[in-house]
């Protein structure tokens, strides 16, 4: 792997954690997981906080990759990003794995 492949690996891993760094987006995630898709509408009557704090939560999500989301207006409908998803597991899962590699070192 050279390092350009590498530092590229570690920025889109740091996107991927910033993205996930806030219960709510956490509980966006939660939710867009046990769905096919979900509205904006239904999401703001759900979580418990503004429909603008709720669009800003979105975005950073929407933005890392993680989610993607269809605009029919007047409607916005969300759902998971099947292939960044994988691909934030498996970077993850990756991560953890070399972290575990230096712990039994150390």
């Known amino acids: 792997m050279s390092k350009k ?3 590229d ?3 889109q891993l740091a996107r991927f954690a910033k993205a ?3 219960p709510i987006r956490i509980a966006i995630l939660e939710m867009l ?3 096919s898709c979900c509205y904006h509408g239904d999401m703001s009557e759900i979580l418990p906080i503004a429909k603008s704090t709720l669009s800003q939560h979105l975005n950073e999500l929407k933005d890392a990759g993680l989610i993607q ?3 029919t207006l007047p409607t916005v409908k969300y759902c998971i990003h ?3 998803w994988n691909k934030a ?3 993850f899962a990756d991560f953890f794995t070399q972290l575990q590699k230096t712990e ?3």
Request: hydrophobic share 30%; glycine share 12%.
């Open 5 to 7: 492949e590498l530092a």
């Open 9 to 11: 690996q570690q920025e």
């Open 20 to 22: 996930l760094g806030h």
């Open 33 to 35: 997981a046990t769905r």
């Open 69 to 71: 989301g269809t605009i």
């Open 82 to 84: 099947q292939e960044n």
């Open 89 to 91: 597991k498996g970077l």
């Open 104 to 106: 039994d070192i150390c």
